[in-house]
């Protein structure tokens, strides 16, 4: 069964320090991609980064960087330099293949508390 | 760039009303949109995949004459969420892509509350 798995339900991370938040993921497919995404209390999703299966590099996006362990099937979120306004729910989603298009299935999100 | 408007944000109305929840991508030709619902403190759940002038295809348990999806061109997709009860307010959510490999981006949701 395809899956993402976030076992950490909250985080707290002081101000500038780094942060990671976990991601399993299962899926038996050999192409597939993963995508971080943050939403604030005021509720819009934003996207903060991607990596696909074949990526042979970890992604980065700013302070943003994506921890890809294929064999272990993890995908990390790491936050460097936190900021109060990292505050917010973060999702790992993962791309899967349905009949004839593809979806994202969300994992079940980490509350992301920075505080000063 | 890749900015979907969703529209409206607030929606509080009686029972037994249709509602209807419009997502158009701004600055970019959407061939896929995607319908989510969202209960509080929860995860995001796929309701439906809706491709331009197509069918939409539901996910399981979701009752394709209660909530009708229209796909009528590369900007815009409606979620009608039709004679509404109580249970079926939440955070609606939808977003859009370009081809398959390419990120979703969001719409900022709708809040639906049916008294």
């Known amino acids: 069964a395809q899956k993402i798995t976030q076992t950490q339900p909250g985080m707290f991370v002081q101000e500038k320090e780094a942060v990671t938040l976990d991601c399993t993921y299962d899926?038996?497919?050999?192409?597939?991609?993963l995508f971080w995404y943050k939403q604030p209390s005021s509720g819009e999703m934003i996207f903060l980064i991607y990596q696909g299966s074949y990526d042979e590099q970890n992604a980065t996006e700013g302070r943003y960087s994506l921890n890809f362990q294929k064999a272990r099937k993890s995908a990390n979120l790491v936050i460097s330099a936190s900021q109060l306004g990292d505050s917010a729910m973060y999702f790992c989603a993962m791309r899967v293949l349905a009949y004839n298009t593809d979806k994202l299935i969300f994992g079940t999100g980490t509350r992301l508390q920075v505080f000063p | 760039g890749a900015v979907v408007s969703q529209h409206p944000s607030w929606v509080i109305c009686k029972s037994g009303t249709s509602v209807k929840i419009e997502c158009r991508s701004l600055d970019f030709q959407a061939t896929t949109m995607f319908w989510y619902r969202q209960f509080p403190k929860q995860s995001l759940m796929l309701m439906a995949t809706?491709?331009?002038?197509?069918?939409?295809?539901?996910e399981q348990g979701v009752e394709k004459d209660k909530f009708l999806i229209n796909h009528a061109s590369l900007t815009l997709s409606t979620l009608t969420v039709t004679s509404a009860h109580p249970e079926d307010s939440s955070f609606y959510i939808c977003?859009?892509?370009?081809?398959?490999?390419?990120?979703?981006?969001f719409g900022d949701g709708t809040r639906l509350s049916i008294l």
């Open positions: 809706s491709n331009e002038g197509s069918k939409a295809t539901y």
């Open positions: 899926t038996s497919d050999q192409s597939y991609g």
């Open positions: 977003s859009a892509r370009v081809r398959s490999n390419q990120p979703q981006h």
